[in-house]
């Protein structure tokens, strides 16, 4: 499971954007970013010139901090996306999107992708009906996720169902939360993910 050893909303703060890192209280009034919406320390809100390079780090930063993977897992990500066919930058979200752990997150059964990680590693959902404790599984369109039916009175999984009526399901995935499985309908396509991204920088970045 990635580590993140300090404060994850310093994280926010130093991408310059809403990560969602941290479960219901990225949805209140004590969310760091909000109330802080510039990068921590002491030059924080000094005005700073980036170079082409930085601009295209920080644009891989975010997205890796945004999914919660190490650079070695972002990184052999990317490396199938080049192979496959279509636009790089897209498949490489596509992929990220398709994360186990990612897809959990996003349908409702777990606060943060953080704690949807951990969750898979614990044995509690079952794709297809078989068993996976994999994060970094990806699903396929037509895959059927559901919580093990141990799990399926979890306080953490019925916190989760609760927290998530504040957001929305994306349009790729269709949640069942009375039956406790979702469905990939199909794979997101670029302007149903919502991490304001510029995919491009990435392409370049790992391009030099």
């Known amino acids: 499971m990635s580590c993140v050893a300090n404060s994850v909303c ?15 209280r990225c ?11 510039y990068p921590p320390g002491q030059h924080g809100q000094a005005r700073l010139k980036f170079s082409e390079y930085a601009l295209q780090l920080r644009e891989k930063q ?10 070695s897992q972002f990184r052999r990500v ?6 496959e066919k279509g636009v790089t930058g897209t498949r490489f979200l596509q992929l990220m999107e398709a994360r186990l752990d990612n897809v959990v ?3 409702g059964y777990a606060v943060s992708r953080r704690e949807g990680r951990q969750m898979v590693r614990h044995n509690h959902f079952i794709v297809n009906g078989k068993r996976v404790n994999i994060p970094s599984f990806v699903v396929n369109k037509g895959d059927v996720i559901e919580v093990a039916e141990k ?12 927290s998530s009526k504040k957001r929305a399901i994306p349009e790729w995935l269709e949640a069942d939360h009375a039956t406790f499985k979702g469905t990939v309908k199909d794979l997101a396509a670029r302007e149903q993910i919502s991490l304001d ?9 790992y391009s030099r």
């Open 62 to 71: 975010k997205v890796k901090r945004y999914y919660g993977v190490h650079e």
């Open 10 to 24: 310093k994280l926010c703060r130093r991408e310059n954007a809403k990560l969602f890192l941290k479960g219901d």
């Open 78 to 83: 990317f490396a199938v996306a080049v192979k």
């Open 197 to 205: 991204i510029q995919e491009n920088s990435i392409v370049e970045y």
């Open 27 to 37: 949805y209140t009034d004590k969310c760091a970013f909000e109330r802080r919406p």
């Open 105 to 107: 997150y996003a349908l």
């Open 151 to 162: 799990s399926r009175q979890s306080t953490r999984v019925l916190a989760a169902i609760e």
